[in-house]
């Protein structure tokens, strides 16, 4: 395991995701929210029975879904972790944990006051995706957010003591300055991807420079 973890999400074909199965990633994220990376459950059920996942951890990413509409998803895969990307109250991330007993993670959209929504989910959330907003888009800009406010969200997490992921506009060019900030993870989607596939040898430069942290 890596001591920083590694999240590549938004795989979207049986390609994608024999490339990320095969890298160093601690977690492999799937969208199930609209948007250009979203997927079938179905789909997803019949890839995994042609690459082996074993050794990651599959984790569901969701806007605002309901309960019915995350079980329909977990009929079909094995997730692990439900990611909850939209504007989730505190109340329904604690149906969501009744409902599946499965780990939460909530993503907070980075704005000057986000530390104090963070501060909401202590003792409820079982982790963090610190990501940035842009438009109407919930995630998968490829637009980073100030960076600059990174160790206030780290420490928030810290004493809730559940991981904090970085996410949003994370590339192989901008790597090496994220990780000089002390975080838990990275969790990348278009930042390792050459015209819209998911690309080894971006995979492989980013990891490097993970290892050498």
Same mark, same amino acid.
């Given at each position: 395991m890596n001591s920083i973890g590694i999240k590549y999400c938004g795989n979207k074909s049986l390609d994608d995701l024999k490339i990320t199965s095969e890298s160093n990633a601690n977690?492999?994220?799937? %969208?199930?929210? /609209?948007?250009?990376?979203? %997927?079938?459950? +179905?789909?997803?059920?019949?890839?995994?029975?042609? $690459? /082996?996942?074993? +050794?990651?951890?599959? $984790?569901? $990413?969701f806007v605002n879904g309901t309960i019915e509409e995350i079980a329909n998803v977990l009929s079909f895969v094995p997730l692990s972790i439900i990611q909850c990307h939209g504007s989730e109250s505190v109340q329904e991330v604690v149906e969501l944990k009744v409902a599946f007993n499965k780990k939460v993670w909530k993503v907070i959209h980075h704005k000057e006051d986000a530390i104090n929504l963070m501060k909401e989910f202590d003792g409820i959330a079982d982790g963090y995706v610190i990501d940035s907003k842009v438009g109407k888009q919930w995630g998968g800009s490829g637009i980073a957010f100030d960076w600059s406010f990174i160790p206030q969200y780290v420490n928030e997490a810290r004493r809730q003591q559940v991981p904090c992921f970085i996410a949003g506009g994370i590339n192989k060019d901008n790597i090496r300055q994220l990780l000089s900030y002390d975080i838990d993870g990275i969790d990348v989607s278009s930042g390792i991807e050459l015209e819209n596939v998911k690309n080894k040898e971006i995979i492989t430069i980013i990891e490097e420079q993970v290892k050498q942290k």
């Open positions: 977690y492999l994220g799937f %969208i199930f929210a /609209n948007g250009k990376r979203k %997927i079938s459950p +179905s789909d997803l059920e019949a890839w995994l029975k042609d $690459v /082996n996942v074993a +050794s990651k951890t599959l $984790v569901g $990413v």
